[in-house]
């Protein structure tokens, strides 16, 4: 069976993530983000969303892991910051319903919704910059990277919630990437 983490960065929606992964069949645990990832033996992570960047404990070391890695909302803004990208704060600030275009039809976490899906996200803080190796997957009117893909080294990122009932499709995403980390 596929083992997924979820890394806990103190989101209000993590255990929802958790209970996304569980009900697909996965093998899952939300553990602490102090949990050093030599202690961990998974197929994916998942860095959740939280917030605030000074909490994050020991997140970045799991984009060292040889493992994919799905970060959502804080988790996403952490590999692009932990990755020479930049974050920045966002023009709209805080949770709302959002129309995002996927721009890549044939990205392995986010494709399978082009050309467009409804989203639940915050945009308090936003990637600003893509870190070298990640290309732009989907946007919206109110933000310019809303997903990136790095698949040469299986690190993905929605700035979205997949895991809640307001984001329509958030199911695939959990979905594909299951796909993502049973194709290794």
């Not at 319903?97 to 919704?113: C, F, H, Q, R, S």
């Not at 809303?146 to 993905?156: G, I, N, V």
């Amino acid at each position: 069976m596929t083992t997924i983490v979820v890394v806990d960065n103190h989101g209000q929606f993590t255990h929802l993530e958790r209970r996304a992964l569980r009900d697909l069949g996965v093998d899952t645990e939300l553990i602490d983000n102090d949990t050093p990832p030599a202690d961990v033996d998974a197929d994916g992570v998942v860095l959740s969303g939280g917030p605030d960047m000074d909490r994050i404990g020991r997140s970045a070391e799991y984009l060292e892991a040889d493992i994919p890695v799905l970060g959502i909302c804080l988790g996403m803004q952490l590999i692009a910051a932990e990755l020479d990208g930049r974050v920045g704060g966002g023009e709209y600030g805080g949770y709302a319903d959002v129309n995002v275009d996927i721009v890549d039809a044939e990205d392995p976490l986010t494709g399978t919704l082009h050309p467009e899906t409804r989203v639940w996200a915050s945009h308090a803080d936003e990637v600003t910059e893509l870190p070298e190796g990640f290309e732009l997957t989907a946007k919206s009117d109110v933000c310019d990277v809303e997903a990136m893909s790095d698949t040469d080294r299986d690190l993905y990122g929605v700035q979205w919630h997949p895991e809640v009932a307001h984001t329509e499709e958030g199911d695939e995403i959990f979905e594909n990437f299951l796909a993502i980390c049973e194709s290794q």
